[in-house]
């Protein structure tokens, strides 16, 4: 009589959910927390990029862009805030 | 991948008239905004000016003032109708006499041109010779004039608004009842919840993604609201009722500002996706919180 060891028993294994795993991780591993407090893909970010880049540019034009300051500060902020909101949003 | 392909070319017809008609106007217009161009001006010419017309939006009253009447007008028709839609979709999941007639006639208006319905709503709210003012005179002694008071003009079209397009709230609404299961209704009254508690807790989170749906599409036209509000009271008194529509309307065609007008357009686009897109996020993502 031979002995098997329980380890090389080949238990049949379900491709379709393996597969569905493995995809899972890896979506998981892209889906890392960040400060926003809703779930965002990076076009989610972008969008919320373009938004406050507006409405900064706006703010500026009508405040401070009068008290002398150019709005190319303002399209600077809004490429540092949308670098962030991208990067760690 | 065949039917991939399958997929695209059957999708070739729609994305190409989406393109042509959708995204290549945007992109003109956005490009436009950045320009100046009165094709009637001392230059006829498309000349670029930088960010000059929204430095000249900001500071502009009339764009603000009309901003604030059309985020006024946006709120009061919105919730109203939801309410009013929620309340006749409601009645009309009970059954009564006369049901279908007064189904019937109750979404004729929704089939009617806005030009037209402004065009009845004119000849009914017009001092001399409209049937609104006559009641009221008659009844309450109420002296209807809304050529000459801006509340009056403004809540005559609120009320307008509310009149056309109320029926498509109610239709969707309906459409959504009634496609809601029983049993979660059932177990609520066995359990003893009475019917506000069945409304907050089971109605309305059920039906949510109708409720939000019809509240973006009447949101989005709302905000561009302008054959009807033209017709009934041309954007005044004053400027009581120059809706954003009404005011680009007003720099393109009569003045023939294209450039400003283009920006205009872009500023009412931006608000329009912001709060629909606010709208969303307050609603639904919160569901979906991140763990």
Known sequence: ?89 | MHSNRLGWLLLAPTLVILFFFGVVPFFYVLWLSFHQWNPFAANPDIVFNGADNFRALVFDAGFLASLGVTLAFVFFAVVSELIIGYALAQAFMKDFPGKAIFRTIHTLPLIMAPIIVGSIWKLMTTPSIGIIPSLLDSWFGFDLNIGTSAVAAFTVTVIMDIWHWTPLVTLTLIAALVSLPSDPFEQAQIDGANKRQIFWHITLPMIMPAVLATVFIRLMDALRTVDEVLMLTGGGPGSATRYLGVHIFKEVFPRTNYGYGSAISIIVLYLTIVACWLLYVSLIAPRNKKG
């Open chain 1, 1 to 89: 009589m031979t002995y098997t060891d329980p380890k090389d028993i080949q238990t049949p294994v379900n491709l379709e959910e393996f597969e569905e795993e493995s995809r899972q991780s890896s979506k998981d591993a892209r889906r890392q927390p960040g400060f926003l407090p809703i779930e965002t893909n990076w076009f989610d970010r972008l969008f919320i990029s373009v938004v406050i880049w507006v409405a900064l540019s706006l703010v500026w034009l009508r405040f401070l862009e009068p008290a002398g300051l150019p709005l190319m500060i303002s399209n600077a902020i809004s490429i540092a805030i949308a670098i962030t909101i991208i990067w760690k949003g």
